[in-house]
């Protein structure tokens, strides 16, 4: 009998192991341990075995039911846990991807340079592409008939209307709608009748700033594009003024950053001169003044401007202007 | 302008290397944009501002130099002649025009032997990019880059009557320049003529017949001043400048007229044997006061934020050539030279003393920075980023094409063109008139992406648009997409589909959804003509239409080279923009479960799907908290011209838990309406 007892445990536990499945191993408990089971049955068969063994088979008996139990309990588990994760899956399959938009870098750009801006404290304002020949030259201190006018050339529309040449005419704007103190920025569009090629376009972005306010020094200009320059292109950027003229702003610079690309030492990108020219700044010409109503006596300012394409492509090695408007999803897609 | 530096130290001390040269003049506010190593030796290419005529000249760099270096010598050429009265007993010269014509000096020099150059003169001609031509002219060009005076020799023998009149000309005169180029002239240009006709167009170039030549024997040299403008309009006018127009529109130097004469003809009589006359001509040969500024310490300090003493304002001023007239220790009166007509008002002053004393010793700071609430709180910017971003969401790409388009582009379009804002003066005509809408920008992004073989485009733009509305020339924002191609690129899992129709309504339904605007519809008519007008609709808002979407005609894709369907749309930022909710409220869901029915209707294709949901939201009213289609079917298992929708139905009470029994019966009810109501068949 014991040896019965032994070889159906075997027999059992090798089912157990074999099993794949939970369905599997409850046949396996039912089939062995069940009401109609081989060890039940073989149990009920007792009554043919001297009463003196009984004790003992009796023991084993339970022993090995139990023992099986417990077999059946742990393989159902690791059985289970199997079957919950399902039919292995071939990872290497590519993913189903869905379609990611994206920003055109000129917003992108334009958007992380007004961020900086904002972070110090300047407004965004927005104003009109078409504009009057007076907010666009006369105001802003360049009169007609005037060499310093072919720097910025525009095209021309009806009566005396124009697309406007740069974003500084939303800063009359300003100033003819509200009092100093004011520092705000303005980022936008502007034309140029410049033949297109590599470098040039003849539409293109600019952000320009102003701040008018009592006290405002040159210091104060150096600063806030020193900050620009630091969060914009690295802490470990230089950055140098240079003496220029424009005839809105008295005293005025250009200003340059150490080239990002050869670190100062010279290359291509900068021309072998290490720097890199990124920005036109200056005072504001108390003529400026004087055409929005403010009294020039009385207020101080410094103004700012740059080109959002020139500073897109020195960040990101764009070398083709014409590719911001080709809309190329190849292009489009890497921002 | 070219700068041979080895000619340059002629007239200044220069103590430091090429290199360091162009650092201070760069730093200075004189940009050196080249450097070039020639047979001349080194020659520099500097950019003077336009507010700097005064480095159009040698000697005027030289003494820039001087100012910036503070410490050195000027050498200064000196040739001065007699001046003697009586030039109009030899020669009648007369201005017509004295505000055109401020100054005009002359000089006769006889018996000239006109021959080639000698070897100084040609080297130094040749190093400023000119040909040498003969010895008179050659001085003529020296001292023109000498001293940044324009100058002319005219061969006295060729001008007729001994006189030289200084008009304007006639309509129609008629003058073959020294390029040889014939030129008719009009009224407003000026001249110089004889008595029978012009030798010359004052300040830009001669004429040929009068021109100095190797049989000229008698010159008359001019030195003169001409109004700044007018030769700027003469210059544009005839598509012609020089290097005497460019310096003439920049205004001269006034004390240089009679000594860039004087120079010349005293170089013309050394090199070319000429007998100098001592009579000299000179229509306006009074001294002219010199402008006077007022600037206080106190005021340069401020500004430029410096610590800087009076001595060394006084310093700067000095090295820049300007007087201190009545000045104390605080408040300077300065007399600006002649050939500084760039200075006229303190704070010009005050960037001169600035870029000497060096942009780079004044300090950094940080201003305090007020913002303007006004501005801060402009939601028009946060809506053009929130469109922006929602786009991108969606999985769009922002293009950004020109505002600029061809009236052909417009026509390929069925675009309407009476409206349409021209250019005046555009670069060409595929570019000459101002877009009124965004749609041809995104057809042609569409067009250029889809053949290149791109698999699925998604573009998307916000940007103006331009148009005359009501006689007033109008700039609206508008926000448009473009479609076409697979949907889904990546998903290898169903079978392929194409973008459509549905996926440009499913993008303003949701771009809506996220600006928390509804009472929206769509409407069949009222889109413009590139739409097939059988896959197209108009979007409506409180019955005004604020865009539309739909499939480009067919015919139309030829011409931008396209040969799948395309599907587009256009939304008026302006009119959304008054019904976008910014502001967002918490709304309770029910804490009770819904019942989900699903429910297939059987009608006909041409009765639109809205009917059938707008019983069922009649008759549900509240407890239907949502209908979605999730199957439409055309085939075998309906009758001909009928179609299927199968839409789910969620039932749910805000109060309580809804039994099956309520469920059903609001069920049924359903059911019977669509069928009583609008005849269909339920499966």
């Given at each position: ?40 049955e073989?149990?009920?068969?007792i ?20 023992k ?29 991807k ?47 008939d ?10 021309y ?27 705000i ?53 230089k ?12 005293p ?56 959002v ?5 020195l ?21 | ?11 200044v ?38 507010n700097r ?20 010598k ?12 009586g ?9 017509m ?72 000309a ?12 014939e ?5 407003e ?7 029978q006709?012009?030798?010359a ?65 005293y ?10 006359r ?10 002219r ?6 600037i ?8 430029l ?30 007399e ?44 028009l910017?946060k ?39 021209p ?30 073989r ?35 690129i ?47 609709a ?15 005609c ?14 587009v749309?256009e ?47 009649r ?38 838990t ?21 005849k269909?068949?339920?499966?």
């Open positions: 009998m014991q040896e019965k007892l032994r070889e159906i445990e075997t027999i059992a536990q090798q089912e157990i192991t074999r099993a794949t499945s939970v369905e599997e191993l409850e046949n396996v408990r039912i089939q062995y341990l069940g009401r109609k089971g081989v060890l039940t073989l149990l009920r068969n009554k043919d075995i001297p009463l003196s063994e009984r004790p003992l088979i009796g023991k084993q008996a339970n022993v090995i039911k139990q099986l139990l417990s077999s059946i309990e742990v393989r159902i588990r690791t059985v289970g846990r199997q079957e919950k994760r399902g039919k292995k899956v071939d990872i290497t399959l590519p993913g189903i869905p379609a990611v938009g994206t920003l055109h870098p000129i917003t992108q750009v334009t958007k992380e340079i007004g961020n900086i801006f904002s972070s110090l404290g300047f407004s965004r304002i927005d104003g009109p592409e078409i504009e009057t020949t007076f907010r666009n030259f006369e105001a802003l201190n360049i009169p007609q005037h060499p310093s006018r072919d720097s910025f050339d525009t095209f529309l009806e009566k005396d209307l124009l697309l406007r040449s740069h974003t500084s005419p939303v800063q009359i704007r300003a100033m003819e709608k509200y009092r100093p103190p004011l520092y920025f303005v980022p936008g569009r502007v034309y140029r009748p410049d033949a297109v090629d590599a470098s040039h376009s003849f539409m293109f972005h600019q952000i320009e700033g102003l701040a008018v306010d009592k006290g405002i020094t040159f210091a104060d200009l150096k600063g806030v594009l020193h900050m620009f320059v630091l969060k914009m292109f690295g802490e470990k950027t950055m140098r003024f240079r003496p220029h003229f424009f005839p809105f702003t008295e005025s610079a250009e200003v340059d950053i150490s080239c990002i690309i050869c670190g100062g030492k010279g290359c291509r990108v900068c021309s072998q001169k290490g720097w890199l020219e990124i920005l036109g700044a200056g005072m504001v010409h108390p003529n400026v003044f004087r055409s929005v109503g403010y009294e020039p006596k009385q207020c101080r300012g410094f103004a700012f401007g740059m080109g394409e020139r500073i897109a492509m960040k990101y090695g764009i070398d083709d202007i014409r590719f911001f408007f080709e809309n190329d999803c190849r292009f489009l897609r890497q921002f | 302008m070219r700068v041979p530096l080895e000619w340059l130290k002629e007239y001390d220069i103590n430091v290397t090429s290199d360091e040269l162009v650092q201070k003049l760069t730093l200075g506010g004189l940009e050196v944009t080249a450097i070039e190593d020639t047979p001349f030796g080194k020659i520099f290419e500097v950019e003077a501002t336009s005529p005064d480095w159009l000249s040698l000697l005027g760099i030289a003494r820039e130099i001087y100012a910036l270096e503070g410490k050195g000027l050498k200064w050429p000196n040739t001065s002649l007699p001046h003697k009265r030039f109009e007993k030899i020669f009648n010269i007369i201005i025009d004295r505000e055109m014509c401020p100054r005009y000096t002359a000089r006769i020099i006889e018996n000239v032997k006109v021959e080639s150059s000698p070897d100084w003169l040609k080297k130094k001609v040749e190093s400023m990019g000119l040909r040498s031509i003969c010895n008179v002219v050659d001085i003529t060009n020296f001292v023109l880059f000498e001293y940044g005076q324009p100058l002319h020799a005219f061969d006295l023998n060729k001008i007729v009557g001994s006189q030289i009149v200084v008009r304007l006639k309509n129609g005169e008629k003058i073959k320049t020294l390029d040889g180029i030129r008719t002239l009009n009224k240009t000026l001249v110089i003529a004889d008595v006709k012009p030798i167009i004052a300040g830009v170039m001669g004429s040929e017949n009068s021109e100095v030549d190797f049989n000229t024997t008698n010159v008359i040299l001019e030195s003169a001043c001409f109004d700044a403008t007018s030769v700027r309009k003469t210059s544009r006018k005839i598509g012609l400048i020089t290097d005497s127009s460019y310096r003439f529109e920049r205004t001269v130097d006034w004390e240089a007229v009679r000594q860039a004469n004087d120079r010349a003809a170089l013309i009589c050394k090199y070319a044997g000429g007998r100098l001592e009579e000299f001509f000179d229509s306006a040969p009074a001294k006061s010199l402008k006077k500024i007022k206080s310490q106190q005021e340069i300090s401020e500004i934020a410096i610590e800087i003493d009076s001595e060394e304002i006084r310093n700067i001023l000095k090295r820049l050539g300007i007087s201190l007239k009545k000045s104390t220790k605080t408040s300077f009166e300065c600006i030279p002649s050939y500084r007509r760039d200075l006229t008002i303190a704070v010009d002053l005050i960037e001169e003393i600035a870029r000497i004393f060096s942009y780079d010793k004044i300090p950094i700071r940080l201003p305090v920075v007020k913002p303007n609430l006004e501005l801060e709180c402009s939601k910017h809506t053009e980023d929130v469109i922006k971003e929602i786009f991108v969401s969606l999985g769009f790409n922002e293009v950004i094409n020109y505002s600029l388009t061809g009236s052909e582009v417009l026509r390929n379009l069925r675009l309407k063109l009476d409206d349409v804002i250019i005046q003066n555009p670069i060409s005509s595929e570019v000459a008139v101002l877009r009124p809408s965004l749609l041809s920008g995104i057809v042609q992004s569409l067009s250029y992406n889809l053949n290149r791109v698999e699925q485009v998604k573009i998307f733009e916000l940007a103006h648009v331009y148009s005359r509305e009501t006689r007033k020339i109008e700039e609206k924002l508008n926000v448009s997409f473009g479609l076409s191609g697979l949907k889904y990546y998903d290898w899992e169903d079978k392929p589909k194409n973008l459509d129709f549905f996926d440009a309504k499913g993008t303003v339904e949701a771009l809506f959804k996220a600006l928390r605007i509804s009472n929206f519809n769509f409407s069949e008519t009222g889109f413009l003509n590139l739409f097939n007008p059988s896959n197209a108009a979007i409506m808002l409180k019955e005004k239409m604020v865009g539309y979407i739909g499939e480009v067919k015919e139309l894709l030829e011409d931008f080279n396209i040969n799948t369907p395309v599907f749309g939304l008026f930022v302006d009119s959304i923009f008054p019904f976008i909710d910014f502001n967002r409220k918490f709304v309770p869901f029910s804490s009770y479960p819904f019942v989900a029915r699903d429910i297939a209707v059987v009608i006909g294709e041409s009765i639109p799907a809205s009917n059938i949901i707008s019983v069922i939201r008759i549900g009213k509240e407890l239907v908290k949502d209908i979605r289609l999730f199957d439409r079917y055309i085939g075998s298992q309906v009758s001909c011209g009928c179609v299927s929708l199968a839409f789910n139905i969620k039932y749910q009470s805000e109060k309580k809804l039994t099956d029994e309520e469920v059903n019966e609001l069920h049924s009810k359903i059911c019977l309406a669509l069928q009583e109501e609008l269909v068949q339920i499966r």
